[in-house]
């Protein structure tokens, strides 16, 4: 299997380059930032829940996350492999992510970190708030992200950097142009 996750900042672009991987090594994307605005539409208990921490900005607790992925790792039988999109995002979550892999013989192959800087980061996510009204696209709860993102999630960056798969991408420029980056690091994994 090709087990990859897509790290970065909110705003950095992972959607839309796991969306590129999906298409093009036919891997499975499991994006934590979805599964919990479905739950939310849907009206279930654990969105109700997810919902109070999402719109202040902040992170939903470790064990929520963890049991939603465990789940779904579980169901997915004969497949390429996954892209993690959204998650890990603490260093719990990693050590779980790892742990649940090893369940199944499967391992972590590459982190690919897409680097933006900041202001280009709040500018992306204000024109997406205009555009698809996404409730914690707004200038407030933007920066509270971002605040948990330097606490909580870049230190997953020297977690995967001590184990020699973080893979640094310069996340501005076209959608193509970042993707051929990626490409260019996945394909040798791939050889
Ligand atoms: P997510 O849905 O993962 O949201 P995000 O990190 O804010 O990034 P997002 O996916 O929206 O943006 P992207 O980088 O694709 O999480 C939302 C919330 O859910 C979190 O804040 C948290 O509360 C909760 N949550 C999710 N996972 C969790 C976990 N593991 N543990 C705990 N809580 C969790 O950026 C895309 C934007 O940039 C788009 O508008 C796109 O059009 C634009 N863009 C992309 N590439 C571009 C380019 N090259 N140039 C210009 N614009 C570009």
């Given amino acids: 299997m090709l087990n990859i996750v897509i790290f970065g900042a909110p705003g950095s672009g992972k959607g839309t380059q796991s969306a590129k991987l999906v298409e093009k090594y036919g891997l499975k994307h499991l994006s934590t930032g979805e599964i919990l605005r479905d739950e939310i539409k849907a009206g279930t208990e654990l969105g109700r829940l997810a919902d109070t921490y999402m719109s202040r900005g902040e992170l939903v607790p470790d064990e929520l996350v963890i049991d939603i992925l465990e789940g779904l790792i579980g169901k997915n039988g004969h497949i390429k492999g996954f892209v993690f999109d959204g998650f890990p995002r603490t260093l719990a979550q990693g050590e779980a992510l790892g742990k649940m892999l090893q369940k199944h013989g499967e391992d972590v192959h590459a982190v690919v970190n897409l680097e933006v800087d900041e202001k280009e980061l ?30 909580q999630t870049a230190p997953l960056k020297e977690f995967y950097r001590a184990r020699g798969i973080l893979k640094k991408i310069e996340g501005v420029g076209s959608v193509d142009e970042i993707f051929r980056s990626i490409e260019k690091e996945i394909d040798t994994l791939v050889k």
């Fill in 122 to 151: 709040i500018d992306r996510l204000l024109k997406r708030g205009e555009i698809s009204g996404r409730k914690d696209d707004n200038r407030e709860t933007i920066e509270s992200r971002l605040k948990v993102y330097h606490t």
